[in-house]
C-alpha cells in the first residue's frame, strides 16, 4: 500500500509529531492516539510525539493527553486520526503545522490532510494504526497494545458490530499476544458509578418510539445536572436503545451546556449518515453524529429519519 509507505516515510523524515483527535474523544480516537504516540515513541525514541486535544473521564485509564504550545507546531507533522470533518478536531492547530497525515476510517466527506489514508471498510482506526505497525516492522510495547486494543474492542461494540473481518480478529489477536488481560479494559470501560446507572434506569423507562421502528431518547441539560454525570456518560446511553424489537433506528439528543445539541444515531439496517451530513454531521453508515442548535430542530429531524426508515428495503 504505497500511501502507508508514504505515511511511514514522512513519520521518519519529522523530528516532533503531534497527534490530533475529534472533541469528545471516544476509545478508538485516544486508543489511536496513544497507540500511535507509543509505536513512534518506541521505534523513533529520539522524535518528540505529543498527543493533543481533550481527554475523556471513564478513558483516563489510557493515559493523559500534553499540552503543546503553538510554537512546538512550527516545522512540525501533525498526524490527525480518526476524524471525519476537519471542524470536528478537538486541537485545530494542525494547520500551524509543516505537514498533515489523517489516518481514518469515517466514510470520506472531505479533505483536510496532505495524505489522506481513509478505510472506511475498517472496524477501528485502531484496528488500522495496529496493521501500520505489524505490516512495517515498527515496535510497539505493552501500553501502546492496550491502547489500541481498547480502540478496537470500543469501536466494534466489544466485538458485536459487522464492521468486524477477520482481520479485526487476526489484529486483536497479535495485540493479545503481546500480553494484553482483555479482562482488564473490560473493568475500566464497564465501570459505572451509581449516578450513571441510575440514568441508564431514567433511559430505560423513558425513551420515545416512532411508529415502532425508530427510538429516541432526550438529554436536556435538566437530566444531565439532576443525574449528576458527565457529557460523556450521557451520551454514553445511545447504546440502552439497540435492543428493542423492530427498532431499525435509534438517537440519543444530547444538550450541552451552550444549549446547542449534539446527535448520536445508530442503525441495525437502513444508512444514516446521508441524514447527519444534513445535520451538520456525518460518520459511518451505521453510526453517524450530528448537530441541532435548539430542540425546535428535533421535529423536522425525525421527519426525515422516519422518511429514511420507511423507505428502507432489506
Ligand atoms: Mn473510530
Redesign the pocket.
Known sequence: MSIIKDIVKKIKEYDTIIIHGHEHP????LG?QFGLKDIIKATWPNKKVYAVGESSDYLAFMGEVDVVEDDTFKGALSII??LANAERASDKRFNLSAFRIRI???IKIETFADIEYVDDKC????EIIANIAFDNKLKMTLDGAYALYT?IV??TGRFKFNSITKRTFDTAGRLLDMGIVPQDIDNNLAADTPESLKLKGYVLSNFEMVDGKFAYIKMTRDIIERFGVTDEEAANNVTMLSTIKGVLTWALFIEYEDHKLKIRIRSKGPRINDLAAKYNGGG?AMASGAKMNSWDDVEPFIKDMMEVVNNYTK
Open positions: 471516544d476509545g478508538d480516537c489511536s486520526v480518526d481514518d476510517h469515517h472496524s477501528s482506526c485502531a480502540g470500543t469501536d459511518h
